[in-house]
C-alpha cells in the first residue's frame, strides 16, 4: 500500500470588516500568501460565521454596527469551542488605542489602522504559528513570496514560480531566516550537503533564482552582501 501524503489545508483567515475597500484589501493580500479566507461585514455575522466555519485565525475590525469588535471579541473568549482562535483587533487611529488596549477584550494582538500590511501579516503569522505551530509548519512565507515544501511549489504575488530542483533548495535555505547573511561556503552545505572549495556554483545558481524570481519584472529579494555573501532581504 502506498501511503499518501495529504498536502495540509491552507490556514482559513475570517475577516470582519464593514468597509468594503478594507476587506478587499486584507482579503487580496492573505488570499496571494498562501491563505484561505471567507468574510463578514457586521459583528453578529462574524460571531455565526467563526462558530460555524473554525477558522484558524480571525482579523476583526473594533467599529463595527451592530455589534462592535469588542463585543465580538468578548462573546468569542467566552466560547469555549471558539475561544482558542487568535484574534488580530484593528483599530483606527485615533479611536483611542490605548483604552482599547486597557480593556479586557482577550484580543491577542492589535494592529492600528493604517497598517503596513506587510506587518499585519507577519502579525498574523506569528499568531497562527503560536496558536497552531503545524498549520505553518510546511508553508515558508515572506513578502510576496510563498513556498510550499509538501508541493515543492512557489508563489510570487499570487503566480507560481518555476524552480529547478537546486534553486528550490536554495530558496528554501534563505526563506527559512530571512534577513540572515548566507556565505557561499554555507550555502554549498546546506544546498549541496557538501564540502566544496569551488563557490562559483552558488553565484550560477543563485544568479537563476534571481532571473526566476524576477520574471514578471518583480523587485530583486537577494541581496548580495559584499565578501560575506546572500540575503533574503527585501520588502516584498
Ligand atoms: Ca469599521
Not at 500568501?33 to 455575522?45: C, K, M, P, S, V
Not at 473568549?77 to 484593528?90: F, H, S
Not at 485615533?94 to 499585519?120: F, H, I, M, Q, W
Not at 531566516?177 to 554555507?186: E, T
Amino acid at each position: 500500500m502506498v501511503m499518501q501524503m495529504v498536502p495540509p489545508e491552507p490556514p482559513l483567515v475570517l475577516i470582519v470588516e464593514d468597509e468594503p475597500a478594507q476587506t478587499e484589501l486584507l482579503r487580496y493580500n492573505f488570499d496571494k500568501t498562501g491563505f484561505r479566507t471567507i468574510t463578514a461585514t457586521d459583528g453578529e455575522e462574524g460571531v455565526l460565521l467563526a462558530r460555524e466555519r473554525r477558522p484558524d485565525l480571525i482579523v476583526l475590525d473594533w467599529m463595527l454596527p451592530e455589534l462592535s469588535g469588542i463585543e465580538v471579541c468578548r462573546q468569542l473568549k467566552r466560547d469555549a469551542e471558539v475561544r482558542q482562535i487568535p484574534i488580530m483587533m484593528l483599530t483606527a487611529r485615533g479611536e483611542e488605542t490605548d483604552k482599547v488596549r486597557g480593556l479586557d477584550t482577550g484580543a491577542d494582538d492589535y494592529v492600528v489602522k493604517p497598517y503596513s500590511v506587510n506587518e499585519l501579516l507577519a502579525r498574523a503569522r506569528a499568531l497562527l504559528r503560536r496558536a497552531n505551530p503545524a498549520s505553518m509548519g510546511e508553508t515558508l512565507v515572506h513578502g510576496d513570496l510563498v513556498l510550499d515544501q509538501v508541493q515543492h511549489k512557489v508563489i510570487r504575488n499570487g503566480r507560481p514560480v518555476k524552480l529547478g530542483p537546486t534553486e528550490f533548495r536554495l530558496l528554501t535555505v534563505l526563506m527559512e531566516r530571512p534577513g540572515r547573511v548566507w556565505s557561499r561556503g554555507q550555502l554549498l552545505d546546506r544546498v549541496w550537503g557538501q564540502d566544496m572549495e569551488i563557490d562559483y556554483r552558488v553565484d550560477v545558481h543563485v544568479g537563476r533564482l534571481r532571473k526566476a524570481l524576477r520574471q514578471e519584472g518583480q523587485s530583486d529579494p537577494i541581496r548580495t552582501v559584499r565578501a560575506a555573501g546572500y540575503s533574503l532581504d527585501y520588502e516584498g
